[in-house]
Each structure stands twice: as structure tokens, then as C-alpha cells.
């Protein structure tokens, strides 16, 4: 089980993190990231992470703005995402891959607006 939080109400140019905690060890995961969907649009990759490795992938539309972050202590990982434009405004899923399952958090709403 994924529990994502974080989500909210931003200006353009702030930011946010979200986070996504496991409930069972993250080490068990192969890959663990973010989607997101728009109203009318398709669920898109956002950034993902090797849980066992260093590889980290992003969209094009996020490089540079966003960073995704491990804390194996806390079984969580982390998206901070900073310059917020308000194309960034989504419903965000957090995933994890498994062998051949991929496992979804409940989405979280980001709203970036003036």
C-alpha cells in the first residue's frame, strides 16, 4: 500500500514536496515514482527512481524543476517540485514497480494558481 500526501494550493514560481510512504520495505521495489493526470488528459510520467540504484528519469517538462528523493529509513520517497507552473496543476499518483506489478498510491491534487 502507497499513501501519498502533500498536495495543495500554489502560486506560480512556489513550491511543494509530496511524499509517498510504503507500508512494507522499500527495498522490495525495483522502481518508485510519480505519475500525473490532468482533467481530460492521460496519466503521464513524472519522475521515477531506482530503489537500488541511482538511476532517476524525469519528463521534459520537469527537468530542472523537480527532484526526487529516497529516505529508506522511512520506507518514502519524496518529489520536491519547485518553480510550479501552472501547467503543472494535476492529480499526482505515486507508483512502485514490483517484478511485473506495479502498485498506486491514492492521487493528491497540486493546483498552481494566482
Known amino acids: 500500500q502507497l499513501q501519498a500526501s502533500g498536495g495543495g494550493l500554489m502560486q506560480p514560481g512556489g513550491s511543494l514536496r509530496l511524499s509517498c510512504t510504503a507500508s512494507q520495505d522499500m527495498w522490495s521495489f525495483g522502481v518508485m515514482g510519480w505519475h500525473r493526470q490532468a482533467p481530460g488528459e492521460q496519466r503521464d510520467l513524472v519522475a521515477g527512481v531506482a530503489v537500488h540504484g541511482s538511476v532517476e528519469h524525469y519528463a521534459d517538462s520537469v527537468k530542472g524543476r523537480f527532484t526526487i528523493a529516497r529516505d529508506y529509513s522511512r520506507n518514502t520517497i519524496h518529489l520536491q517540485m519547485d518553480n510550479l507552473k501552472p501547467e503543472d496543476t494535476a492529480v499526482y499518483f505515486c507508483?512502485?514497480?514490483?517484478?511485473?506489478?506495479?502498485?498506486w498510491g491514492q492521487g493528491t491534487q497540486v493546483t498552481v494558481s494566482s
Open positions: 507508483y512502485a514497480e514490483q517484478g511485473q506489478n506495479k502498485y
